[in-house]
C-alpha cells in the first residue's frame, strides 16, 4: 500500500483477533460435540493434522486444495473490494472447467500453446459467467448475492449436461465411468517429489499480484474507492457502476482459472472432469466455492492474508480421509468459522465475556 | 404558547429551530431549562412519549411507506384493532373523520409512492392528528409546496387551530408567516431574539432581527476586476425526488476574479444547483456553460478536467473515502494523471510528495500522511479537499458549505484561501448557508429562493436586504 | 388418448412443489421484513432431520408421531430463524456471511447426527402422515396420494395475504421491510417485527423441510444433498413470484413440475439437467427485469441501524 511500513507488524496482530478468534472458538465448538458423542477431539484433530502434514499423500492434498481455495478466496475478496457480493465463485470455476475441457477435446493446437489456450478459454468463460450478475447489480439493481447463488445451480447442472451429452460421447468413454481422460500434452506439469500440478506456484502468483494490483494500480485503487466510498469516488468522476462490474469479471476470471487448474491437473482423481463432480460439482456446501469464501473472511479479505488462511482450510480438508469418522464434524466446524467472521464485534464481545481486557 | 394559536418560529439555518423541536418531540435530550404543559412540568425522552403528550411533528424529509396506501399510512402504529386484526371499518370512519375536520381532501387508496408531494405532506398531517395531537409541529412545511398547495396548506391550518389545536410553524420564509401566525418567535444562534404578535410585526423587523450579524470578519480583497467569463447558467430547470420544479429557470454567471455568493435557507434548491453544474445530475432543461463550452450532457470526470473544483457539500459523505488516508484521498479523482501514475501502475512517491505538500501548504495537523481521514478533526477534513482542490490549480472553483461544522480557526482560514483564489484570478462559487459568510466574502451576492435568483446585491450590502431577500421578498 | 403422463407429470409435481410450496411462503413473510434469510437451506435441512429422528422416536405411538415429527420440525424451524434474526438485527451480524455460515454448519452437523444415529440400511420405520384422499383410476397404476401438506400448501398463500394485509403485524412487517425509517418514525419497533418474522419463516420452512422426510419417503434417511434442491428453489420462487403469495405459489408448482419433467417424460437423464437450470434462469431473468421497478421490499438485506 502507499503506506510507511513503520507499524506494520503490531497492526497485522491487532487485525488478525477476530480470525484467530473464530478459528479457537470453530476448534472448541467442533471438539465440544466429538466429546459430547464420546470421541477424544485430541486424537481426531492429532490425526488429522499428521496425516495431512506428514504423509506425502497428506502434503500433496494440502497443495492442491490449497491453489483453488485460495483462487476461490480471490474471487470472491476482489469483488468485493468495489462493494459486490460474488458468491458464485463456484459456479464460474464449474464453467472455466467446462470451457478448458472443450478446447481440450475440440481443438487441437501445438504443444505449449493448447493448454494455455484452454487456460485462456477457462478464465474468460469464468469471467462471462461473471459478468452477468456483475452487469444486472451495476445496471438493473438486481442483488448479485442473489443471482450468483441462481447461477452456480445453472452452472453446475449445465457442467453436467456438458460432460454427458458433450464430452463423454467425443471422448468415446463408456458414460458409467462418469470421467474424461484428456492428452498428456494438456496436464499441467508436477511438482517434485509431490503429486500436485504447479498450479499452487500460479495461485500464489495470482494472489500476490492481487495485492499489487489493489494497492498500487489506478484500476485497483478505483475498485477500492468505489468499495469503500463510493459517493465521494463518483463525485470525483469514478464510475461505480462501471468499476463494479470490471471488478466482478476480474473475480469470474480468476475462478475461472480454478476450474482449468482442476481439470487439467494430474493426481487425486484429478485430470479428468470426474475432479469437480467431486469438488466442484457435488455437494454444494462443501464445494470449493464456499470454502473459498470462507478462506477469504477468515483473511479478512486480504489476498497475502488468504494465502495463510488458505494453508489452514487445506490441512483441514486434506487431513479428513485420515479421520473418515468425523468428516462432517469439520464441516460443520467451517460453518462455525464463517459464523463468527460475520461478526468481528461478536468474538470481540466473547473476548471480554471474562472481564479480560479489551482489544479495540 | 396559548391553545389555539399558531406560532411562527423564523430564524435563518443554523438559528436553532430545528434543535428546539427535536427536544420537544424527544429526538434530543435538554441539557438545562423546562418544559411545562398546562402548568405541568414534563420530561419527553423519546418520540413516543411526545406522541402521548399530544405533540405531533411534521418532518421536512417524510416518512411515509412507499408502497402502502394513504390510509395504511395514517394508520401505521395507532391502528384500530382487535385481537391483532386491523378493523379497517372503524379505520375508515376514524380518518374520514379527521379529513373533513381538518378539510385536507385526500384520495385514502392511492399509494403513498404514487403522491405528488404537496398531498404526503397532507397525509403526515393526518398522520400525527390520527395520533392524538393537540400540538401540531411543522417544520418548513412549504419547502416543498408550490404556492397553490401552500394555500391549501394555510387553510387547513386555520381550520385545525379552529378545532382547538396549536401550531407551531417553523419557517423561513417572511410572506407566510405574516399571513398565517398569530405570533411569531425570531431566533438567532440558538436564542431567541424577540416574540411579538404578527399584527405589530413587518418585513423589516423581522428581516433585521433575523438575519444579525456578529463580529465582521477582514480579509485581504484585491481591486474587483472581474475577468473572463467562466460559468454561464441561463434558466436551469432540473427537478429532485421531492420536488419537480427545483431549480425554475436559474440563471447567473461567474467571472475570473471574483466570489460570487449564492446565499438561500437550504431547501431552495442550492444542493440541485451545485449537482447539476458538476454533471452528477441532469437537468431538465436550460443550458450551464463553461468558458464556452456546454457542460449539460458531461459526465463528471469530464466536466472536472475543464478546470473546476469541486469543495461538496457533506465532507464525510461526498468529500473524503474516510477508509483512505489522506494520501489516498488527495489523488481522489486524480489517479490517472500521468504525474501520479504511469499506464495504470501508481508511483507511490510521488503520491506521497503530494500529499506531503498539501498537508503542508494548508496547515493540516495530523501525524503523517498515512492516517485515515476517518481519524481527522473535521477543520482537517475540509483542509485537506480544499487543498486537493486547489492545488488542481481550477480555473473554477465551486464551495459549497465549505465551512459547515468547523471551528472558529479552520473556518477563517478556510476563508481565507477562497479569498486568495480569488485574488489570484480564479473564479469562486460560494453556495453557503451562513449568510455570515457570504456578506464577508462575495464580490456579489445572489440569493436564491425556491429555484430561482431572486435577487443580486454588492458588496457591502444591508443586512437588511439579504434577510427580505432570503424570507422571499424580492427587491421593490 | 392416453394421458396418463400429463396425470403424472401433475401428480409428481404437485409433490414435488410442496417443500417448494411452503418454504416459499415462510422465506416470502421473512423478506417482507426485510430480512434475507440465505441461510434458508439450514432451516429446512436441520428441522428435516429432527422430524426423521422425532418420527422414529415416537414411532411405538402410531401415527401420531408423524404429526409429532412434523410438530418438532416447525419448532426447530422457528428456533433456528429467531436466533439467526436476533443476531442479525441486534448484533447487527452480515446477514449474508452468517446465512452462507449457517447452511455450512447445517450441512456438517446434520450429517454428523446422520453418522452416529443411523445407518444408511435398516432404518426403523417412522410413519407417514395419512393421506387426505386418494385420486385412482386416472390412469392405469396411477395412484395419487393428497397429503394434508398439499392441501396446506394451498391454503397458505390465502393466509399469508390476509396476514400481511388485514392483521396489525402483517402491517408492521410490510412497513418495516420497506421503509425502516418511517416505520420506526411511526412507533413500531424494527428489529422484533423482523425477528418475529423470520421466525414465522422458519415455521414454514421447518414444515417443508419435514415434509422431505416424514411424507415423502418415512424410511428415508435425509441425505443433505436432497434438501438443497427445494430450499434455493423456494428462495428462488420467492423472487420470480414477486413477492406475492398467489404468484409464489403459482411460481413454486410450475418449478415443482419442472423437476417432475424429467422422470415423466423419460426425457433423459442428461437433458434432464438442462430441464433442471430452468427455475434458476427463470429467477435471475426475473431479477433483471424487475428490480429497476422495485417491488422487492426495498429494506431488504440492508441493515437497520438506529440514530
Given at each position: 500500500m502507499i503506506e510507511t511500513s513503520k507499524a506494520r507488524p503490531a497492526w497485522i496482530l491487532r487485525a488478525a483477533v477476530p480470525s484467530l478468534v473464530a478459528l479457537v472458538l470453530g476448534l472448541v465448538v467442533a471438539s465440544l460435540v466429538m466429546v459430547a458423542f464420546g470421541e477424544d477431539p485430541v486424537t481426531i484433530f492429532s490425526a488429522l493434522f499428521s496425516g495431512a502434514l506428514t504423509t506425502q499423500y497428506g502434503q500433496s492434498s494440502v497443495l492442491n486444495y490449497m491453489y483453488a481455495y485460495l483462487l476461490l478466496a480471490l474471487a470472491f475478496l476482489l469483488p468485493g473490494k468495489a462493494g459486490i457480493w460474488n458468491v458464485g465463485g463456484q459456479g464460474q470455476a464449474i464453467l472455466g472447467g467446462v470451457g478448458a475441457a472443450l478446447i481440450m477435446e475440440y481443438v487441437v493446437l501445438p504443444p505449449v500453446i493448447w493448454p494455455l489456450a484452454a487456460i485462456t478459454f477457462a478464465v474468460l468463460a469464468g469471467a462471462a459467467w461473471s459478468a452477468i450478475s456483475g452487469l444486472l447489480e451495476a445496471y438493473r439493481n438486481a442483488s448479485a448475492i442473489v443471482t450468483t447463488i441462481m447461477m452456480n445451480f445453472v452452472a453446475a447442472n449445465f457442467a453436467t449436461f456438458i460432460l454427458y451429452y458433450v464430452l463423454i460421447p467425443k471422448a468415446n468413454v463408456l458414460s458409467y465411468y462418469n470421467e474424461v481422460n484428456f492428452p498428456a500434452a494438456l496436464t499441467l506439469p508436477t511438482l517434485p517429489y509431490f503429486t500436485s500440478s504447479i498450479m499452487i506456484f500460479v495461485a500464489v502468483l495470482v494472489a500476490v499480484g492481487a495485492a499489487f494490483f489493489l494497492a498500487r494500480t489506478t484500476l485497483g485503487y478505483k475498485i477500492r474507492a468505489t468499495g469503500l466510498g463510493s459517493r465521494p469516488a463518483e463525485s470525483k468522476g469514478i464510475n461505480p457502476r462501471s468499476t463494479k462490474v470490471i471488478a466482478m469479471i476480474i473475480g469470474g476470471g480468476v475462478a475461472g482459472l480454478a476450474g482449468a487448474g482442476a481439470v487439467m491437473s494430474v493426481g487425486h482423481g484429478c485430470g479428468t472432469i470426474a475432479c469437480y463432480q467431486d469438488g466442484f460439482a457435488a455437494g454444494w456446501f462443501g464445494g470449493f466455492g464456499f470454502a473459498g469464501i470462507a478462506v477469504a473472511l477468515v483473511a479478512l479479505n486480504n489476498p497475502i492474508g488468504s494465502i495463510f488462511s488458505a494453508i489452514f482450510f487445506s490441512v483441514l480438508a486434506a487431513g479428513m480421509p485420515y479421520i473418515y469418522q468425523n468428516i462432517y464434524v469439520v464441516w460443520a466446524m467451517q460453518g462455525i468459522i464463517i459464523l463468527f467472521m460475520a461478526a468481528p464485534e461478536l468474538s470481540k464481545m466473547i473476548l471480554t465475556l471474562g472481564g479480560r481486557r479489551k482489544w479495540t | 404558547m396559548n391553545q389555539g394559536e399558531v406560532m411562527g418560529i423564523l430564524g435563518e439555518n443554523g438559528a436553532g429551530k430545528s434543535t428546539l423541536m427535536n427536544v420537544l418531540y424527544g429526538l434530543y435530550s435538554m441539557d438545562e431549562g423546562s418544559i411545562e404543559m398546562q402548568g405541568k412540568k414534563v420530561q419527553i425522552r423519546s418520540s413516543a412519549g411526545a406522541i402521548s403528550l399530544g405533540l405531533g411533528m411534521v418532518h421536512q424529509a417524510f416518512t411515509l411507506v412507499p408502497n402502502m396506501t394513504v390510509m395504511e399510512n395514517i394508520i401505521l402504529g395507532s391502528e384500530p384493532s382487535r385481537a391483532g386484526v386491523v378493523d379497517r371499518r372503524e379505520a375508515r370512519r376514524q380518518v374520514r373523520e379527521l379529513v373533513k375536520q381538518v378539510g385536507l381532501d385526500i384520495d385514502l387508496d392511492t399509494l403513498a409512492e404514487e403522491l405528488p408531494t404537496g398531498f404526503k405532506q397532507r397525509v403526515e398531517i393526518l398522520k400525527a392528528l390520527h395520533r392524538g395531537a393537540k400540538i401540531l409541529i411543522l417544520d418548513e412545511p412549504t419547502a416543498v409546496l408550490t404556492p397553490l398547495e401552500s394555500e391549501e396548506l394555510f387553510k387547513s391550518v386555520r381550520r385545525i387551530t379552529q378545532g382547538g389545536s396549536t401550531v407551531i410553524f417553523i419557517t423561513h420564509k417572511l410572506k407566510e408567516v405574516m399571513a398565517i401566525t398569530n405570533r411569531i418567535t425570531i431566533m438567532r444562534r440558538g436564542k431567541v431574539v424577540t416574540t411579538l404578535d404578527t399584527k405589530d410585526a413587518n418585513f423589516d423587523i423581522l428581516a433585521n432581527a433575523m438575519v444579525g450579524r456578529s463580529v465582521e470578519r477582514k480579509f485581504n480583497f484585491g481591486p474587483y476586476q472581474p475577468g473572463d467569463l467562466l460559468l454561464d447558467v441561463d434558466r436551469l430547470t432540473a427537478a429532485s425526488r421531492h420536488k419537480t420544479e427545483a431549480l425554475a429557470g436559474l440563471t447567473f454567471n461567474v467571472k475570473a476574479g471574483e466570489i460570487v455568493g449564492v446565499a438561500g435557507v437550504e431547501g431552495n434548491g442550492q444542493t440541485e444547483l451545485v449537482e447539476c453544474i458538476v454533471g452528477l445530475m441532469k437537468p431538465s432543461s436550460g443550458t450551464i456553460k463553461m468558458s464556452g463550452h456546454l457542460v449539460n450532457?458531461?459526465?463528471?470526470?469530464?466536466?472536472?478536467?475543464?478546470?473546476?473544483?469541486?469543495?461538496?457539500?457533506?465532507?464525510?459523505?461526498?468529500?473524503?473515502?474516510?477508509?483512505?488516508?489522506?494520501?489516498?484521498?488527495?489523488?481522489?479523482?486524480?489517479?490517472?494523471?500521468?504525474?501520479?501514475?504511469?499506464?495504470?501502475?501508481?508511483?507511490?512517491?510521488?503520491?506521497?510528495?503530494?500529499?506531503?505538500?498539501?498537508?503542508?501548504?494548508?496547515?493540516?495537523?495530523?501525524?503523517?500522511?498515512?492516517?485515515?481521514?476517518?481519524?481527522?478533526s473535521g477543520g482537517n477534513q475540509q483542509k485537506i479537499i480544499v487543498g486537493r482542490e486547489l492545488a488542481g490549480q481550477p480555473n473554477l472553483l465551486i464551495a459549497h458549505q465549505p465551512t459547515r461544522g468547523l471551528d472558529v480557526a479552520s473556518t477563517e482560514y478556510i476563508q481565507s484561501l477562497l479569498v486568495e483564489a480569488r485574488n489570484k484570478g480564479r473564479g469562486v462559487l460560494l453556495v453557503s448557508a451562513d449568510f455570515d459568510e457570504i456578506l464577508d466574502l462575495s464580490d456579489r451576492i445572489l440569493v436564491l429562493y425556491e429555484g430561482k435568483m431572486i435577487g443580486e446585491l454588492k458588496r457591502g450590502a444591508g443586512i437588511g436586504e439579504l434577510g427580505k431577500l432570503l424570507g422571499g421578498i424580492a427587491a421593490s | 388418448m392416453d394421458l396418463s403422463w400429463l396425470i403424472l407429470l401433475a401428480g409428481f409435481g404437485l409433490q414435488n412443489a410442496i417443500p417448494i410450496g411452503l418454504g416459499a411462503q415462510g422465506e416470502l413473510v421473512t423478506e417482507k421484513s426485510g430480512i434475507l434469510n440465505i441461510g434458508l437451506y439450514a432451516t429446512m435441512a436441520i428441522p428435516a432431520f429432527v422430524a426423521a429422528a422425532t418420527n422414529i422416536a415416537l414411532s411405538s405411538l402410531g401415527v401420531a408421531s408423524a404429526y409429532g415429527a412434523l410438530l418438532a420440525a416447525m419448532v426447530t424451524g422457528a428456533a433456528l430463524n429467531f436466533v439467526f434474526a436476533y443476531i442479525a438485527t441486534k448484533i447487527h451480524v452480515d446477514q449474508v456471511i452468517a446465512g452462507i455460515g449457517l447452511n455450512i454448519f447445517a450441512v456438517g452437523i446434520t450429517a454428523v447426527f446422520l453418522e452416529r444415529f443411523y445407518s444408511v440400511d435398516g432404518t426403523p420405520n417412522g410413519h407417514q402422515i395419512p393421506p387426505l384422499f386418494s385420486i385412482t383410476g386416472l390412469a392405469q397404476n396411477v395412484r395419487i396420494n393428497v397429503s394434508p401438506l398439499m392441501a396446506a400448501m394451498f391454503i397458505l398463500p390465502v393466509l399469508v395475504y390476509l396476514f400481511l394485509s388485514?392483521?396489525?403485524l402483517g402491517m408492521h412487517i410490510r412497513a418495516v421491510g420497506e421503509d425502516p425509517k418511517a416505520a420506526e418514525?411511526?412507533?413500531?419497533?424494527?428489529?422484533?417485527?423482523?425477528?418475529?418474522?423470520?421466525?414465522?419463516?422458519?415455521?414454514?420452512?421447518?414444515?417443508?423441510?419435514?415434509?422431505?422426510?416424514?411424507?415423502?419417503?418415512?424410511?428415508?434417511?435425509?441425505?443433505?444433498?436432497?434438501?438443497?434442491?427445494?430450499?434455493?428453489?423456494?428462495?428462488?420462487?420467492?423472487?420470480?413470484?414477486?413477492?406475492?403469495?398467489?404468484?409464489?405459489?403459482?411460481?413454486?408448482?410450475?418449478?415443482?413440475?419442472?423437476?417432475?419433467?424429467?422422470?415423466?417424460?423419460?426425457?433423459?437423464?442428461?437433458q434432464g439437467y438442462l430441464f433442471s437450470t430452468l427455475p434458476y434462469i427463470v429467477t435471475v431473468v426475473v431479477l433483471g427485469i424487475a428490480s429497476k421497478r422495485l417491488r422487492p421490499p426495498a429494506a431488504l438485506a440492508v441493515p437497520f441501524k438506529k440514530e
Open positions: - | 450532457r458531461l459526465a463528471t470526470s469530464d466536466v472536472l478536467k475543464l478546470s473546476v473544483g469541486h469543495v461538496p457539500e457533506d465532507r464525510a459523505l461526498n468529500g473524503l473515502i474516510l477508509d483512505f488516508s489522506i494520501a489516498e484521498n488527495t489523488i481522489l479523482g486524480s489517479a490517472d494523471r500521468p504525474e501520479f501514475s504511469q499506464r495504470g501502475v501508481m508511483a507511490p512517491k510521488r503520491i506521497q510528495d503530494f500529499a506531503r505538500r498539501i498537508v503542508k501548504a494548508f496547515n493540516v495537523s495530523t501525524s503523517g500522511i498515512e492516517v485515515k481521514a476517518r481519524n481527522l | 388485514r392483521t396489525k418514525a411511526a412507533g413500531v419497533n424494527v428489529a422484533w417485527v423482523r425477528i418475529v418474522a423470520t421466525s414465522i419463516g422458519g415455521i414454514l420452512l421447518g414444515l417443508g423441510g419435514a415434509f422431505l422426510t416424514v411424507d415423502f419417503n418415512p424410511n428415508f434417511v435425509p441425505d443433505y444433498s436432497q434438501a438443497i434442491f427445494p430450499a434455493f428453489i423456494a428462495l428462488a420462487a420467492v423472487i420470480a413470484g414477486g413477492w406475492k403469495p398467489g404468484y409464489v405459489l403459482a411460481v413454486s408448482i410450475l418449478f415443482g413440475v419442472t423437476e417432475a419433467l424429467r422422470p415423466v417424460l423419460a426425457v433423459s437423464s442428461v
